[in-house]
């Protein structure tokens, strides 16, 4: 839900930190896009939704804090 | 720290940590700026030649996620003529350490704008006549569609092109390094944008334990729960109905504490009729930034804002009571690329002198609210036409040209038009307005909420002591690169900050040391004010908060004493080991571990 995104990038965090280890944001697999008056996300080619992790929830939704991003 | 030269872009590469123990000693951001501007600027330096630098200072904090990175933008102020510097958040801060740098010195000038391009592995300043003339924003959306979306852009508008005294730089969608004029500086050297480009990973010496840090913040500020979603939904608008409720609301240029037309510019005025959305910085959990809608023309615009302080100088303090006129107000100076609170003083200044009878607005009316008047004098200001050009001087010196006994009615310190509390009856803010470094912003101290709740009217010495360490702790968040509000707003306990720093760094310290890293910065920084000619004099409240007593309000008839206040300030200068005409003592340089500094470049 993209009107709830506040461009924070804690999502881009969580994503790097889980996939790479490393905390820098331009290694995430997605990417938040602070535009006016909604912000917009993408996710790259590399995404598969941290099936390859056995994850249940994305690291990215996990860690949203505002319930910005979903699965389905 | 990249240092490059603005006449034509040759740039070197200082290690700074060859001399690690000199630097460490003042963290980093704001710190590294005093330093810098301690040893490169001097008595005589013109803020607006090429002998003043700029510097973007980052801080070791920034972009690491801890919650809203700042760079500390630091130089000497063409408004003030002392020690300037104005912090701003977004993502700037993480794409400047990005490029490998913790600061960027910029020197020199030249005649014809460039934009200086930042990445890991080049420096270069390239053409910038298709964006010379636009607005902050406009340059922004230009650069962005070269260069995409992950760049963080630093632009001045139209006002910083002008020369406008209180000129601004602008990050992202609308943050601002907003206050001395930076803007200004920027553009006396020419550069109309920077843009960095950087994505590399940044050094942390222990990785596992900054990170487990850092999700342990987030999660104690979220658990706070309440705090955490009204600020969050409200950011500092909130302030208002506080400023409000305390009877400290800047109203019509500072005649007044509070405002009968508050409720049409409260944070739910905004909330019902002009928000659309939330923002936050990089990596913060709290969106505090709010974006509005604004209308002018026929036209609409997105802003970001407003926030207490645009509410404050632009809404009250102009008697504008609708948010509609305030976004447009606040959006004007984002746009023009020139700092809302001096604006916000310069322009209620215009309008009281003029219903005065002590100048005239080029045929606009003298009236509180105006919206034609208003918007056209912000106007004025940003392109020096008419009367603009006396007022985009800064307050300070309008009124010196105009005379006529107006600088009763100029509201400044140190010629830094002064910030959102009206301090009448508030004296603990009255000096901390008078002690700020920069002159009259609240930014080292908002001591004004624990004087509503403890000792509002009270002149003694706890208050002196609570002052001094706001003072500290307030500053440090600028040397260490990240936003305070999660510690003051949703009370995120101080210790994180120590022990992010250490993490980060592999620097172990304690908080009384970290503290005395910050009383070390904010002693040079006076210092370098003291070489420009500062001293006891500059340390007062402007004329009005001793002369004049409040009209209306529960503290009718209050105004501040002289002798209470001067009691206050003698008091301030005890504990701070300085000189009773506010030069700090050679033994406190000393103790500082700054003697020898001081002494080579006095």
């Known amino acids: 839900m993209p009107e709830r995104c506040t461009a924070c990038m804690l999502c881009m965090v969580a994503c790097a930190i889980e996939h790479t280890g490393s905390l820098n944001p331009s290694r995430a697999r997605l990417r938040v896009n602070n535009?006016?008056?909604?912000a917009e996300i993408t996710f790259l080619e590399e995404c598969d939704f941290c099936e390859s992790l056995g994850a249940d929830v994305p690291a990215c939704v996990k860690k949203c804090p505002k319930g910005a991003l979903r699965l389905g | 720290m990249l240092v490059v030269d603005a006449s034509d872009g040759s740039h070197k590469v200082i290690d700074w940590t060859t001399e690690k123990n000199e630097w460490l000693k003042f963290i980093g951001g704001r710190g590294f700026g005093a330093k810098i501007v301690w040893e490169q600027t001097g008595k005589h330096t013109d803020p607006l030649g090429p002998e003043n630098v700029l510097v973007l200072a980052a801080g070791p904090l920034a972009g690491l996620p801890v919650p809203g990175p700042r760079i500390s933008i630091c130089s000497l102020s063409p408004l003030t003529g002392i020690w300037g510097d104005s912090a701003v958040g977004g993502y700037a801060g993480l794409r400047l350490k990005q490029c490998g740098y913790d600061a960027v010195i910029i020197k020199g000038w030249r005649k014809d704008f460039a934009y200086l391009y930042v990445s890991d592995n080049c420096v270069?300043?390239?053409d910038a006549s298709h964006i010379v003339g636009?607005?902050?924003?406009?340059?922004?959306?230009?650069?962005?569609?070269?260069?995409?979306?992950?760049?963080?852009?630093l632009t001045i508008g139209p006002a910083g092109e002008n020369l406008v005294l209180f000129a601004c730089i602008t990050s992202d969608y609308g943050r601002q390094s907003g206050r001395t004029g930076t803007g200004a500086v920027m553009a006396s050297k020419g550069i109309k944008a920077v843009?960095?480009?950087?994505?590399?990973?940044?050094?942390?010496?222990?990785?596992?334990?900054?990170?487990?840090?850092i999700e342990e913040a987030r999660e104690k500020i979220i658990d706070n729960r309440e705090l955490f979603e009204q600020f969050s939904k409200y950011g500092t608008m909130m302030t208002l109905d506080w400023a409000q409720s305390v009877s400290c609301l800047p109203t019509r240029n500072f005649t007044e504490s509070i405002f009968e037309g508050a409720e049409g510019i409260s944070a739910s005025a905004v909330e019902i009729r002009v928000m659309r959305g939330k923002r936050g910085c990089f990596a913060c959990p709290i969106s505090c930034r709010t974006i509005s809608e604004v209308r002018l023309n026929g036209e609409k615009f997105y802003l970001d804002g407003p926030e207490y302080e645009t509410m404050a100088l632009l809404g009250s303090n102009l008697g504008i009571n609708n948010v509609e006129d305030l976004v447009v107000a606040h959006y004007l100076c984002d746009h023009y690329g020139m700092d809302a609170i001096s604006a916000g003083v310069v322009v209620g200044f215009a309008i009281e002198c003029a219903q005065r009878g002590l100048l005239t607005l080029d045929g606009l009316k003298a009236e509180w609210g105006n919206r034609e008047t208003i918007f056209s004098l912000l106007e004025s200001i940003a392109y020096r036409k008419g009367i603009g050009g006396i007022l985009a001087e800064g307050v300070r010196r309008a009124a010196e040209i105009i005379g006529g006994g107006c600088e009763k009615y100029a509201m400044h310190v140190k010629g830094l038009e002064q910030s959102g509390y009206e301090t009448r009856a508030a004296p603990g803010m009255s000096l901390a307005y008078g002690t700020c470094d920069v002159g009259a912003h609240h930014n080292r101290s908002t001591i004004i909420g624990w004087e509503s709740k403890n000792d509002r009217l009270g002149t003694g010495r706890e208050k002196v002591e609570v002052q001094i360490l706001l003072q500290h702790q307030r500053s440090l968040f600028d040397a260490l690169g990240v936003c305070r509000f999660p510690w003051c707003e949703t009370k995120l306990p101080f210790e994180y900050y120590v022990g992010f720093y250490s993490a980060t760094t592999g620097v172990r310290v304690d908080?009384?040391?970290?503290?005395?890293?910050?009383?070390?910065?904010?002693?040079?920084?006076?210092?370098?004010?003291?070489?420009?000619?500062v001293s006891r004099k500059d340390d007062y409240p402007p004329k009005r908060v001793f002369n004049e007593p409040l009209p209306s309000g529960p503290f009718k008839g209050v105004k501040l004493d002289p002798e209470s206040y001067d009691h206050m300030l003698d008091m301030y200068y005890e504990l701070r080991g300085w000189s009773c005409d506010g030069v700090p003592t050679s033994e406190k340089l000393e103790e500082l571990g700054i003697l020898e500094l001081v002494e080579k470049r006095m």
């Open chain 2, 134 to 153: 636009k607005g902050s924003m406009e340059a922004q959306e230009e650069l962005r569609k070269e260069y995409g979306n992950e760049v963080a852009t």
């Open chain 2, 195 to 213: 843009v960095l480009d950087g994505d590399a990973d940044l050094p942390v010496a222990d990785g596992e334990s900054l990170l487990k840090l």
């Open chain 2, 124 to 126: 270069e300043l390239r």
């Open chain 1, 35 to 38: 535009m006016l008056p909604m």
């Open chain 2, 511 to 533: 908080e009384k040391e970290i503290l005395k890293a910050s009383e070390r910065i904010f002693n040079l920084t006076r210092m370098i004010s003291v070489r420009r000619g």
